[in-house]
């Protein structure tokens, strides 16, 4: 019996670019998380004492500010050679961009595979081999797979592929395959890189996409990190996945249906908080809240969502110690039809109403009313226009958004005692 890692999509220092623009965002801490989530990596292999390490393309995202980040990578190799680990890598399209890499010499144990062909590796205790091929330019759109030899007979065979497979949403193109052409090769494990959500394409022979180790934005969410394979006498393979992140992105919504003040909605934010943080294994949490729910709160939000939007920020931080980072709240909910408003919606008011939902439901007409504010928008203070949360005028969403908070603004003006009467 042996045990191996498989990982892939560190993106090694990725940019991680425009996080100033949100107010009070962990920065530095978010910067150095793919560092932290390889030295994860490295620790849990050491631990496992694994016999070796697979990285199945993108380790770097691309051109490095400085050759600090190879001479990192080569700290962290160093260490799995200290304790007997090979690692084994083939490049990506992340890499295949990046010149630092081709002058850059790697440490002993650790194996590039060819990106002009597919290239085999036999190793001895266990007894495995390994085949595998890299991207040699950024874009690769023909299936490299098809290169790739015939299993060999008494061996434990991986195949390393950085691959979209039969494509995937969000993923570029590259190097596309079928479920079918990867299993007449006869192989006992696919270890595939290139998409970023965990997926085992196939359970025997396992076809496995790891998933990135650590989440870097808002469409990463959820726990990441690299599959702990395990072959046992017989050949069998198991893959049990074990998170390697440090911080965790999160998409949560928060139902307020029953809320009848703004305070109700935060009280309801703040217990969704609190059980986000019991979910997340003691890491620091990103969240982005959606409130949603046809409410008697919702006038109040949408009447000033910029107080209740900081409502909801200050309790995240005063009930998490500062382990939640709200990255974005997007204020969905409905106004709860009574006796009063079904008044006012066969009066004038309800004609101005029926004007603005026709606008909402019309994209030509509602970008045409956003027009005159363009040109206000550009003279707004930088600070303003960067907000996470400002308004943007070139989105749909935005702009329904804007129009909603419009309607609000003015029911409680109209509906007010002052105007009632």
């Not at 069998?236 to 965790?248: E, K, N, P, T, Y």
């Not at 919702?298 to 909801?312: G, M, Q, V």
């Not at 363009?374 to 907000?387: A, G």
Request: hydrophobic share 40%; with cysteine.
């Amino acid at each position: 019996m042996f045990k191996f890692l498989h990982a892939a999509d560190i993106h090694l220092d990725s940019p991680l670019q425009k996080l100033e623009r949100y107010e009070g965002a962990p920065v530095e801490e978010i910067r150095r998380a793919t560092r932290r989530a390889l030295e994860n990596l490295v620790a849990l292999a050491i631990a496992e004492k694994v016999a070796f390490v697979l990285i199945s393309g993108d380790l770097y995202d691309g051109d490095w500010r400085d050759y600090n980040t190879g001479l990192y990578f080569v700290s962290q190799m160093a260490k799995l050679r200290e304790a007997g680990i090979s690692t084994y890598i083939i490049a990506g399209n992340h890499d295949a961009a990046n010149k630092m890499t081709r002058t850059l010499r790697l440490p002993d144990g650790v194996h590039l595979f060819s990106s002009d062909h597919a290239e085999t590796v036999h190793l001895v205790d266990p007894d495995v081999v390994i085949h595998g091929q890299g991207f040699a330019a950024p874009a690769i759109r023909k299936d490299l797979s098809i290169g790739y030899p015939p299993a060999v007979s008494g061996y434990f065979n991986i195949g390393m592929l950085h691959t979209c497979a039969t494509g995937r949403e969000g993923h570029e193109p590259y190097a596309p395959c079928s479920i079918n052409g990867l299993l007449s090769k006869g192989y006992d494990y696919w270890a595939l890189g290139h998409v970023h959500q965990r997926e085992v394409l196939h359970e025997n022979p396992l076809i496995v996409f790891p998933g990135n180790i650590q989440g870097r934005h808002n469409r990463e969410t959820g726990p990441k990190g690299a599959m702990l394979v395990t072959v046992d006498s017989k050949g069998g393979s198991q893959a049990d996945f074990c998170s390697l992140d440090v911080i965790r992105w999160v998409h949560t919504q928060v139902d307020v249906s029953a809320a009848e003040i703004g305070y109700d909605v935060v009280d309801r934010a703040s217990h969704q908080f609190e059980k986000l943080l019991e979910e997340s294994q003691g890491l620091p949490i990103v969240v982005r809240v959606e409130i949603v729910g046809t409410s008697r709160a919702h006038a109040e939000l949408a009447a000033d969502p910029e107080r209740w939007k900081n409502e909801i920020r200050s309790v995240a931080i005063d009930s998490s110690g500062g382990r939640i980072w709200v990255e974005k709240i997007n204020l969905h909910t409905k106004r709860l039809i009574e006796g009063d408003m079904k008044k006012v919606e066969d009066g004038p008011v309800g004609e101005l109403l029926k004007l603005l939902e026709e606008a909402r439901s019309d994209s030509i007409r509602l970008k045409m009313l956003c027009e005159p504010l363009q040109d206000l928008l550009r003279k707004l203070p930088r600070e303003i226009k960067n907000n996470a949360d400002g308004m943007d005028l070139n989105e749909m969403q935005g702009l329904e958004d804007i129009l909603d908070q419009v309607r609000e603004m003015l029911l409680c003006r109209l509906m007010s005692k002052g105007n009632a009467e």
